[in-house]
T-cell receptor, first 116, second 113 residues
């Protein structure tokens, strides 16, 4: 149980385009999901907390207009990187808090974004 | 100074040895302590979860928390090449749904056959 999926697992796009990443909790409902960014050989950096039915809470220094987050249902949160640039290339990971397991966070497999 | 400090390694050990990992932290509000394993280009996988001070054992893994010293450890017995990964410690102050995790930088472990 407690499975979180992400789609796509890998995406390459041209500079200036937008990319949408989906995060799904497959076997539980998550009112709260989190989006992280990870650079090579570095730890996870929290970007934002996504709450179902309300606006996301962004961490300091994260541009909310560039990284659009939508948590439209209890099993799906999306992150859209708008007008992507090469410096946005990174590994994006989501997690979902499972209320049935004391809000333990379960992580998705990650999405590798490469912007050319 | 970071809230959670973790030696980046790499830590190289022979197969069968005990792997010893640790993190120190500065925020006394942290009550919940976790260890995650992350393989290259994969999401983190929860290994151990401990509340407050004490020890917890699960198979080959033992987690220890010393809140008085603000120090947590993870021991892996009878290490296997498949244990080669990056190990991340994480902490939080509560178990509320919106509570954030604070991660250490991760320690890269290599178990040589």
């Amino acid at each position: 149980g407690a499975v979180v999926s992400q789609h796509p697992s890998w995406v390459i796009c041209k500079s200036g385009t937008s990319v949408k990443i989906e995060c799904r909790s497959l076997d539980f409902q998550a009112t709260t999901m989190f989006w992280y960014r990870q650079f090579p050989k570095q730890s996870l950096m929290l970007m934002a907390t996504s709450n179902e039915g309300s606006k996301a809470t962004y961490e300091q220094g994260v541009e909310k207009d560039k990284f659009l987050i939508n948590h439209a249902s209890l099993t799906l949160s999306t992150l859209t990187v708008t007008s992507a640039h090469p410096e946005d290339s990174s590994f994006y990971i989501c997690s979902a808090a499972d209320p049935g397991r004391y809000n333990e966070q379960f992580f998705g497999p990650g999405t590798r974004l490469t912007v050319l | 100074q970071k809230e959670v400090e973790q030696d980046p390694g790499p830590l190289s050990v022979p197969e069968g040895a005990i792997v010893s990992l640790n993190c120190t932290y500065s925020n006394s509000a942290f009550q919940y302590f976790m260890w995650y394993r992350q393989y290259s280009r994969k999401g983190p996988e929860l290994l151990m979860y401990t509340y407050s001070s004490g020890n917890k054992e699960d198979g080959r893994f033992t987690a220890q928390v010393d809140k008085s010293s603000k120090y947590i450890s993870l021991f892996i017995r009878d290490s296997q090449p498949s244990d080669s990964a990056t190990y991340l410690c994480a902490m939080s102050a509560s178990k509320a749904a919106g509570n954030k995790l604070t991660f250490g930088g991760g320690t890269r472990v290599l178990v040589k056959p």
